[in-house]
């Protein structure tokens, strides 16, 4: 469980990091940044971003798994990295980004 904190707040120190969210494949939460009504209402959007990610992604192969989801917006960036036993979720400042 350390080395788990220990990534977190790595990724947390990145420039730019603004929150982290980790959820279950089911879609429960499993841990988060921000707060129980602003993790709730990213990660139902987030849940809603996979399903139609998986969707498109097995148009011409129903084996095919999406590995990486990024939308960038004109304020922040959203990367999401689902896996087979969790979906790891990031946002992270366009503002941050830029200056460097």
Known sequence: ????EE???RLMSKPGVL???ILSR???VI???YSDDETEKKAKTVRRLIAVAE???KLEDDTNDTQFIRIKTKTYELL????????LVTYQSQEAKNKN
């Open 55 to 57: 969707e498109v992604s």
């Open 31 to 33: 841990h988060t940044t």
């Open 19 to 21: 929150g982290i969210i």
């Open 80 to 87: 999401v990295c689902p896996s087979e036993e969790y979906v």
């Open 26 to 28: 089911m879609g429960s």
């Open 1 to 4: 469980m350390i080395q788990f």
């Open 7 to 9: 990534e977190i707040d």
